[in-house]
Nanobody, 123 residues
Framework: QLQLVESGGGLVQPGGSLRLSCTAS????????IGWFRQAPGKEREGVIC????????YYTDSVKGRFTISRDNAKNTVYLQMNSLKPEDTAVYYC????????????????WGQGTQVTVSS
């Protein structure tokens, strides 16, 4: 079974940091493009950041530039989303997703999704 599992979400104060993990099972991430998406209450799911199979990074949300970074550990079959200087507007359920091919921002272009992990930024 092809599966992605996110972890690392939680409650953090403004200005704090979290690192989300996205671990694959049933397939290898080596040749996969992985995107991180988020969905806030009442809003559509939006692309945040993406790492292509050749490790290039694409940002889809200007507000996270300089604060969020994406990385990959192929030995652990895991992709990470490091989130620093978190703001209340970053509060959302965060999802990772896979596609074969280059980074794209559209949700429909990804074929495997994790279940999501809640990130809440609040004092």
């Amino acid at each position: 079974q092809l599966q992605l599992v996110e972890s690392g979400g939680g409650l953090v104060q403004p200005g704090g940091s979290l690192r989300l993990s996205c671990t694959a099972s049933g397939f290898t991430l080596d040749y996969s493009t992985i995107g991180w998406f988020r969905q806030a209450p009442g809003k559509e799911r939006e692309g945040v950041i993406c790492m292509g199979s050749s490790d290039g990074t694409t940002y889809y949300t200007d507000s996270v530039k300089g604060r969020f970074t994406i990385s990959r550990d192929n030995a652990k079959n895991t992709v990470y989303l490091q989130m620093n200087s978190l703001k209340p507007e970053d509060t959302a359920v965060y999802y990772c997703a896979r596609r074969l091919g280059t980074c794209r921002s559209q949700v429909a272009r990804y074929d495997i999704w994790g279940q999501g992990t809640q990130v809440t930024v609040s004092s």
